[in-house]
């Protein structure tokens, strides 16, 4: 017996065989077709497309016989690709040097005919044949030569339609990947703007709103309403002494104080209004809808909670109450608040003023 060689060409054809990837599929009724359709004009009794991989002989469909593979070895489509523009005949196997005591020949399925039309590649590589055999010797007449060689080139038709279809399934997958990654990117994007927004409005170690929050939320909370001017007040909170706190305290002291004092107003606001760190140790309460004697008892009782926060060592807060008017802006509210603060600080601190 003799081992068909190995084209010089042999990794760019299996290069391109498995561009295909066709290898190991299942069965499919186009090739079925088309094996049945040269088993019948070629008058044999088995028929196969087999393909030609590093050292097996693969049936993509078979005829006549089980089987699934082969070595390259035993194969007679192995020789028959180093010819690639000739139909391979071998009329009777074991009067051919290279088959007569080959295992296929003298075993089962005992081949003694064998036509194969090598598969050509787009690229003019031969990936395997579309082979006829019979365990009778045989001659293979021109026009049954001429038929198996156009079944040859439908089967190629096929395995091209089947790879673009496989690609198409694989543009569409990924499209549809890329889709799905653009959205997780939109959503992880308008997470991250939501949470930039979040932070560019908030204080991040009271966690209270900051002061560009405090100016859009004054804003709205004094719009008229049916023609109408919103009460609103609000409120300067300032923390007594609060350097002497970091002087003599240290300055994590000075920053849970200023937690503590954030947690307290978030809390104390927290039905209606809200709180704002405006800066250093200073807090804004805003209060709408209230009238100024109602803001002052409010101040009045954060007054009275801060002096009881359970720090270890005694807290104070100065507070000044403005009610704003509808012929001012929110600037000029907190400007006569800022002075009823600084006369609270004045007349000793740990007091409420308010704005006349």
């Not at 088993?39 to 009794?45: F, I, R």
Request: hydrophobic share 45%; aromatic share 6%; with cysteine.
């Amino acid at each position: 017996m003799i081992k068909p060689d190995k084209p010089a060409n042999e990794a760019l054809r299996l290069e391109a065989l498995y561009r295909y990837r066709i290898l190991d599929s299942e069965r499919e009724r186009s090739f079925d077709d088309l094996v049945a359709i040269a088993k019948a004009v070629c008058g044999t009794t088995m028929a196969a497309v087999t393909l030609i991989d590093v050292e097996r002989q693969w049936f993509k469909s078979i005829q006549g016989i089980d089987a699934a593979e082969t070595l390259r070895s035993d194969s007679m489509c192995g020789h028959a690709i180093l010819q690639p523009q000739e139909i391979m005949v071998v009329e009777d196997a074991l009067q051919d040097v290279r088959f007569h005591d080959n295992p296929v020949v003298t075993g089962d399925p005992h081949v003694r005919f064998y036509a194969g039309a090598p598969l050509i590649s787009s690229d003019g590589l031969p990936l395997g044949t579309l082979c006829v055999f019979d365990a009778r010797p045989q001659h293979l007449a021109s026009d049954k030569a001429e038929a198996l060689a156009a079944l040859s080139r439908q089967v190629m038709l096929v395995m091209e339609l089947r790879r673009f279809a496989l690609d198409i399934q694989k543009h569409m997958l990924e499209r549809d990947d890329y889709e799905r990654l653009l959205s997780d990117y939109h959503d992880v994007l308008l997470a991250q703007n939501a949470d930039l927004a979040e932070q560019s409005r908030t204080d991040a170690l009271t966690g209270l709103p900051n002061r560009r929050a405090l100016a859009a939320a004054l804003g709205e909370a004094v719009v008229a309403v049916d023609g109408q001017a919103r009460q609103a007040c609000v409120a300067l909170v300032d923390i007594d002494h609060f350097k002497h706190i970091n002087d003599f305290q240290g300055h994590a002291t000075g920053d849970r104080v200023l937690a503590e004092l954030g947690a307290l107003l978030r809390s104390h606001f927290a039905g209606r209004g809200m709180a704002a760190r405006y800066g250093g140790e200073e807090f804004v309460a805003l209060m709408p809808d209230v009238d100024l004697r109602t803001a002052e008892l409010q101040c009045e009782f954060l007054r009275v909670a801060v002096s009881n926060l359970p720090l270890g060592f005694p807290v104070t807060i100065s507070i000044g109450v403005a009610q704003h008017r509808p012929d001012e802006t929110s600037e000029q509210t907190l400007a006569r608040a800022d002075a009823a603060l600084y006369r609270a600080k004045g007349a000793g601190r740990n007091r409420v003023e308010v704005a006349p």
